[in-house]
């Protein structure tokens, strides 16, 4: 187990500056992010386009991010970097986009906001935390269990 | 607050950049908010980073609100947040409404292996094929989804 001050000092940085760009951009609010899911908004002009911009931005540095890991051999603080394996398109990755798109345009909650409303406390947030965890253990049973199994699917 | 608001979503963006960049070039683990909440249970050996990046989230977002107030909602200047209703017309109460929303995004994230941090921001920035396809599906589905019920 990595408990060493370094590594959870960057873990707790990362969270900060999410958490802190989670509110700056908005994207904690759910009406927000449902007024841009809202395309039938576009032509009267009542489409909000922000998340666009967040996503747009994020991702951006993100990229640099990864062409500047590239030249290197490990992160700072672990011996590896955990770049995810899975390579193919399967039904698990599809069917899962898919129903994680219906509980994102019915709620206006994505998992990094539902916890970071956690600092806000928004009447139901509970249940949609609780709902968040039960839905997520339950998505454990039926993707096969084990990182071996589940690579030999989607590699 | 419910204009479009591109600086303020600009430097949102910029900072959850940041974020997932000294994930990555720190400890090389992918900031993928599904995924680091998803393998909480059972508790894994990487069970401690991961409850204090999530611990983090929160008050990053309570701290930010009080050093920048009045953005939107949240915080001192703010107003209060809340949650979308159910449209009138499904007869469903906000909590059942809002508990399935959270099933699924749960089941959802959880087979598909992430969520719009670790496929939106990190699974893109990497040019993962797969990463570009469950964008796809889960922003159409999640605006057809929209369109469907009417909720906004």
């Not at chain 2, 969520?115 to 570009?132: D, E, K, P, Q, Y």
Request: glycine letters at 14%; a positive charge.
């Amino acid at each position: 187990m990595n408990i060493r001050l370094p590594y959870l000092a960057t873990a707790a940085v990362s969270g900060t500056l999410f958490g802190s760009g989670l509110y700056v951009s908005q994207m904690v609010d759910p009406l927000k992010v449902l007024r841009f899911l809202d395309f039938t908004a576009i032509p009267t002009g009542g489409w909000d386009p922000s998340l666009a911009f967040v996503i747009v931005a994020a991702i951006a540095v993100m990229f640099v991010a990864f062409r500047i890991s590239r030249g290197r051999s490990t992160p700072l603080f672990d011996k590896q970097f955990h770049e995810p394996e899975f390579k193919k398109i399967d039904a698990p990755l599809v069917a899962g986009a898919a129903l994680f798109g219906i509980g994102w345009g019915m709620s206006g909650i994505c998992p990094g906001p539902a916890i970071s409303l956690v600092a806000f406390w928004p009447d139901s947030l509970l249940v949609f935390l609780v709902a968040l965890f039960i839905g997520s253990y339950a998505g454990a049973f039926v993707i096969p269990s084990g990182h071996e199994k589940r690579l030999a699917m989607a590699r | 607050m419910d204009a479009f608001s591109p600086i303020p979503a600009l430097a949102g963006g910029l900072l959850i950049g940041l974020a997932s960049a000294v994930l990555w070039l720190g400890n090389g683990r992918i900031t993928g908010i599904s995924g680091i909440f998803g393998q909480l249970l059972p508790p894994a050996r990487t069970v401690v980073w991961r409850l204090v990046f999530l611990v983090a989230l929160v008050l990053g977002t309570l701290v930010t609100s009080y050093l920048v107030p009045g953005l939107g909602v949240g915080g001192p200047g703010g107003e209060p947040a809340q949650l979308a209703a159910p449209p009138a017309s499904f007869g469903i109460s906000p909590p059942i409404w809002i508990g399935i929303a959270g099933l699924l995004t749960g089941f959802g994230t959880k087979i598909g292996n992430g969520c719009t941090s670790g496929h939106g921001v990190c699974g893109i920035a990497r040019l993962s094929t797969r990463s570009f396809v469950a964008v796809g599906i889960f922003f159409a589905v999640a605006i057809l989804t929209v369109t469907i019920t009417g909720i906004v």
